[in-house]
């Protein structure tokens, strides 16, 4: 299915990051909590069967059939080609579950049939938010094809709302706009400068490009919690089993919230603390990547060529000497040009998995060389962009979801972030003053936020949980996951290693030895459980 995106004016105002850096800012941004109170508990309960009005929602039949329609790109188009027999549906849920007889949204599911007897469906989350979980879903059974997770389970995947192939889908820029650099959502941990202009303008765009300003009050994750638990019911299942990885830690969590008598079993792999709020979180997981920098320093140090050189001590600095440039001279970078922010996103893209650390060190090398190919490669890697210049709406989904869940700051507020995120992850200093232009993007968003701060405490009725977590993880630090497993009074199992998510991947036998026997058969793992990468 083509990606269509309107067209029209750009955002307006100060500097500008190019519009794929701004993925070094946003896959860190993450969903994190708010100062808004919670939906009014009679309006969420886990208990008894959903309302009257609900009933035409919670009882629909999906009918599966091909996934035309359900890839946004070539490139997702491709990935779901790795799950053999996927099938795809639709279902409908309210846009406003407090309307339930006004407009509906249209989610997109995909189903990958167990390769044995199945015992039910396992709902998958990527993370993001942002992140398409029909095409989750595909790689996740791809990466867990000789596991018994894979064999016991159909592995199903949805797009959130605001997601994907989910209608209404965010859409606040085009791919070309994207490519010339002109659609930064963000301002804080960049040097992006913003106005009230910019941000005013940066609400508009979304709401006219996404079915109008009464859908943006619709797309934060307790809504989107609240359509897990109707995939459930069209599913045929009385209790949800669930996989969720980084951001599907947290959907996970507000489900289990909202509806904890209605969990079967949930791995959340990656987990989102759910003690922090918006400035902590950010400022902990830029923290996370300057930890992950220097492990990746280090280890080029043993390397004669190194571009960062060989003593690890001095590898942030030189660093700096190679992208600070950038700012007022970017390089030539495939087709585009390649600026500081553009840099530094393309280097957080890749310290998301060690077995990009080549790419970064050859992509410094080249910057240092008057080059910046493979760092905007890097950069498109990680936002799916396709050979043929289609983006996914990821970034554009992060971005909304975002402002329907984080706390908004104030221009200074936002102004500390910025130097707080430098103290934190010096590699990326741009050198200049970061306290201006740091507005929040989502300052004229139409409602205000409702995750709620802290989230999911005192529980009652949740069964046994397994939190999966890394102790080198760049972006969710493991202190999350610990938080996390004693918040829900679930099982933590720790993973000695550096990495962001492993569970999916099914690289990690002790790991999918222990997920599987806790989603198979509820055997959670013994107290102070640790595998090793």
Request: charged residues 25%; glycine residues 14%.
């Amino acid at each position: 299915m083509e990606h269509r995106r309107p067209r029209g004016r750009s955002v307006p105002g100060g500097h500008r990051s190019r519009g794929p850096a701004g993925i070094g800012a946003l896959a860190l941004a993450g969903v994190l909590a708010a100062c808004a109170p919670a939906q009014p508990a009679q309006e969420v309960s886990g208990t008894g069967s959903p309302s009257a009005d609900l009933d035409r929602f919670y009882g629909q039949e999906l009918e599966w059939g091909d996934c035309a329609g359900h890839a946004t790109t070539d490139t997702e188009a491709a990935l779901m080609g790795l799950a053999p027999g996927i099938e795809c549906a639709r279902m409908e849920v309210p846009l406003d579950y407090g309307d339930p007889e006004g407009e509906q949204a249209s989610v997109a599911v995909s189903r990958v049939p167990a390769r044995g007897e199945s015992m039910g469906p396992l709902l998958f989350n990527p993370g993001g938010p942002g992140g398409s979980g029909v095409v989750g879903a595909a790689l996740t059974f791809a990466g867990l094809a000789e596991s018994e997770i894979t064999e016991r389970f159909d592995v199903v995947g949805f797009d959130p709302r605001g997601v994907g192939a989910t209608v209404p889908a965010v859409d606040c820029y085009t791919d070309e706009e994207a490519d010339a650099g002109v659609v930064a959502l963000g301002s804080q941990g960049t040097t992006v400068e913003f106005t009230e202009e910019d941000t005013r303008a940066i609400m508009e765009r979304c709401a006219e490009g996404s079915g109008g300003v009464g859908v943006l009050p619709h797309l934060g994750t307790r809504d989107t919690a609240r359509d897990m638990d109707v995939l459930r019911s069209v599913l045929g299942e009385e209790k949800l089993t669930y996989l969720g990885q980084s951001y599907g830690t947290r959907l996970g969590t507000l489900y289990a919230e909202q509806f904890p008598d209605r969990v079967r079993a949930m791995v959340l792999d990656g987990a989102k603390n759910p003690l922090e709020g918006t400035f902590e979180s950010r400022v902990n997981a830029y923290a996370g990547f300057q930890a992950a920098f220097d492990e990746l320093a280090a280890s080029c140090a043993e390397e004669a060529d190194c571009p960062l050189g060989t003593d690890p001590a001095q590898a942030t600095a030189r660093f700096q000497e190679i992208v600070r440039p950038l700012r007022d001279e970017p390089v030539p970078a495939l087709d585009a040009e390649l600026d500081f922010d553009g840099a530094v996103g393309g280097v957080v893209a890749g310290l998301y998995n060690t077995q990009s650390h080549p790419r970064i060190v050859e992509g410094i090398a080249e910057v240092a060389q008057g080059r910046g190919d493979t760092l905007m490669q890097l950069v498109y890697d990680f936002g799916l962009r396709g050979p043929d210049g289609r983006w996914p709406n990821s970034l554009e989904a992060n971005h909304a979801i975002n402002c329907m869940d984080e706390d908004r700051l104030t221009p200074e507020q936002g102004g500390e972030l910025r130097e707080a995120t430098y103290e934190q992850a010096p590699f990326m200093d741009p050198g200049v003053d970061v306290s201006a232009g740091a507005r929040d993007g989502c300052e004229h968003w139409p409602a205000e936020p409702g995750v709620g701060f802290p989230y999911a405490q005192d529980v009652e009725g949740l069964p046994a949980t397994l939190v999966v977590s890394i102790t080198g993880d760049p972006t969710t630090p493991h202190e999350g996951g610990i938080r996390l497993a004693e918040t829900l009074g679930g099982a933590l199992l720790t993973v000695e290693g550096t990495g962001h998510g492993i569970v999916g991947l099914g690289t990690n036998e002790c790991v999918d030895r222990a997920t599987a026997a806790y989603l198979i058969d509820l055997d959670v793992p013994d107290e102070g459980a640790t595998c090793t990468l």
